[in-house]
């Protein structure tokens, strides 16, 4: 029976020593600062924002909200943004999506200070990571190599096979586990013999967004399993992308859901943040 990387522990221990740092930081006259913008009033969206608002609360890190309506230009937008670029009390922005139709979530994204681009969304922070100098990475498969880390997992020469090719946790984990000298293989819809590819598997990242689609039987034994879907199945029941009970039969670590990648998110968040905020104290 697979053992469980808890991801609500992991991240409330990063976190407690993210505090420290930020004691530091602020003894030496600099408060680390995050400004989040959220535009309309998506239901999803207000519970990520409050819980951002709440962590940095907790960890010390000075937290601006911008709540806009959902009827903002697209302009408006694009001001705000280079406002926050140019506020020196702020060292993270992060634009909450999805945005409204009418706004192009490209080009806001895009009007984002690589240095303060701590979603690593920013082109740039991308390219960085593609040609092996990361600067700021993604947070949901930043939060993943953590996981892998706290088990001392060493991906040197494993077999890693990533279920999902999204920018923002499917193609950006692939390219951090290559890092590690891990062989990635991405998976997709258009994947011919999924099962097959998933069952050669050292270690399996499923991101593709579809409940319990990697199935318990095809998991190779002894893998370790990290499942960063989350989907609503019925009126309450959160389930993964991977068939949980199944695949922890024959897994030697996975990761529940909900409880496990989700944590950990909003945690490199805060990680990336502090670490925008130590290079303005090494600039001065």
């Not at 937008?77 to 670029?85: F, G, I």
């Not at 490209?106 to 984002?112: K, S």
């Not at 095809?218 to 309450?236: L, M």
């Not at 968040?269 to 925008?276: A, D, E, G, K």
């Amino acid at each position: 029976m697979a053992q469980l990387i808890d991801g609500k522990a992991l991240a409330a221990q990063m976190r407690e020593q993210m505090a420290a740092q930020v004691t530091e930081l602020c003894a030496k006259g600099v408060t680390p600062g995050l400004a989040v913008v959220l535009v309309g009033d998506d239901p999803a969206s207000r519970v990520y924002v409050s819980m951002k608002e709440k962590a940095c609360a907790a960890t010390g890190i000075y937290s601006a909200e911008h709540k806009l309506p959902a009827e903002t230009s697209q302009q408006e937008l694009l001001e705000l943004v280079d406002q926050l670029n140019n506020d020196e009390r702020i060292d993270g922005i992060l634009v909450q999506l999805p945005l409204p139709d009418h706004i192009d979530e490209d080009c806001v994204l895009n009007a984002i200070s690589p240095l303060k681009d701590v979603d690593g969304f920013h082109p740039y922070n991308v390219g960085c990571l593609v040609t092996g100098h990361p600067t700021f990475r993604s947070c949901t498969p930043y939060g993943v190599m953590k996981m892998l880390e706290s088990i001392q997992y060493d991906l040197d020469g494993k077999e890693v096979v990533v279920v999902g090719r999204s920018n923002i946790v499917g193609k950006p984990v692939a390219l951090m586990c290559l890092a590690e000298n891990a062989t990635v293989t991405i998976c997709h819809s258009r994947t011919k013999d999924l099962p097959a590819h998933v069952g050669r598997a050292d270690v399996v990242i499923a991101a593709v967004g579809r409940p319990e689609m990697v199935k318990g039987a095809w998991i190779k034994e002894g893998a370790v399993v990290i499942d960063v879907g989350i989907n609503r199945v019925g009126d309450k029941k959160l389930v993964g992308d991977v068939e949980f009970d199944a695949a922890a039969e024959k897994a030697s670590y996975i990761t529940p859901v909900p409880g496990g990648v989700g944590p950990m998110t909003i945690t490199m968040l805060l990680f990336n943040t502090i670490q925008s905020a130590t290079s303005r104290v090494t600039a001065k």
